[in-house]
């Protein structure tokens, strides 16, 4: 029975192999998001908002939209100060 085992292991390891789900790669980069309201919830257009990588100093700029909300994306892994 053994060698019936050591025969049938690789193929059934082969086919297992050819139906696993596709593997996806860990993401390298991420992004900020918000929205800029005032006190009364109302959004701010136009706001220019900073992104400070802590590490390296190295800041980004966008300006907040129409509805008060901006995205600073493609940030490499880091501690970030908006």
């Known amino acids: 029975m053994s060698g019936f085992v050591a025969r049938v292991a690789p193929i059934v390891l082969s086919l297992a192999a050819l139906t696993a789900p596709p593997a996806w790669a ?9 929205t800029v309201l005032d006190r009364t919830g109302a959004a701010i257009t136009g706001v220019d908002v900073v992104v400070t990588d802590e590490e390296t100093g ?25």
């Open 26 to 34: 860990q993401a390298t980069s991420g992004e900020i998001t918000g």
């Open 58 to 82: 190295s800041e980004r700029r966008v300006l907040s939209d129409t509805e008060g909300f901006y995205r600073v994306s493609s940030l490499p892994p880091g501690s970030y100060r908006v």
